[in-house]
């Protein structure tokens, strides 16, 4: 039997592909090779299933992350900063779940609400993050920064590389605190 995960990692693999008209219960069990009643068996119709991937997505790709730099909580913040970073650039390319998610999030309230839950985790988390940094700027607005180029990075075709977005992660805080803070 398909596991509850299984569905989810389809129905994100399905958005990212295609976007989110293309996550429907036929494409998910062919996909999946199996019949409706295990989709059934996990999730309540379309609607629980959709609930439940946004859930999953919000847990995968930010509380995911959050809790992994939380686990060392005595660590200083630039060092924190670093570990997320070195997460986020490290992670399989995203930018087309990401896209798709906020393409989805435009036209159905329940997925802004879960956009809007997701980006402020984020950005609330860069400010806790940057606050502790001797910033030259404000550090609200540097954790803002921080988010926005991800996010720019994610949308401009041909996309920005890890490596050219790490290189522009480094500039932008070396410009900030005046201090190397990334490798």
């Known amino acids: 039997m398909v596991t509850r995960t299984e569905w989810l990692e389809a129905g994100l693999e399905l958005m990212a592909d295609e976007g989110a008209p293309a996550v429907t219960i036929d494409r998910l069990t062919t996909k999946l090779g199996v019949t409706k009643g295990s989709y059934y068996h996990h999730f309540k119709g379309t609607g629980g299933f959709r609930t439940?991937?946004?859930?999953y997505f919000e847990a995968r790709f930010t509380t995911r992350l959050i809790d992994a730099v939380e686990r060392e909580p005595d660590a200083e913040p630039a060092a924190k900063l670093q570990h997320l970073l070195r997460l986020v650039l490290g992670q399989p390319d995203n930018a087309q779940l990401e896209i798709a998610v906020r393409a989805w999030a435009l036209q159905d309230a329940e997925v802004r609400a879960a956009q809007e839950r997701v980006d402020r985790a984020r950005?609330?988390?860069l400010r806790e993050l940057c606050r502790g940094l001797k910033a030259e700027v404000d550090p609200d607005r540097l954790a803002q920064l921080l988010y926005l180029i991800l996010i720019g990075a994610e949308q401009v075709l041909p996309p920005?590389?890890?490596a050219d977005l790490r290189e522009i992660y480094a500039m932008t805080l070396r410009l900030a605190t005046d201090e190397t803070l990334i490798d």
């Open 52 to 55: 439940a991937l946004l859930e």
């Open 123 to 125: 950005t609330s988390y």
């Open 160 to 162: 920005v590389s890890k």
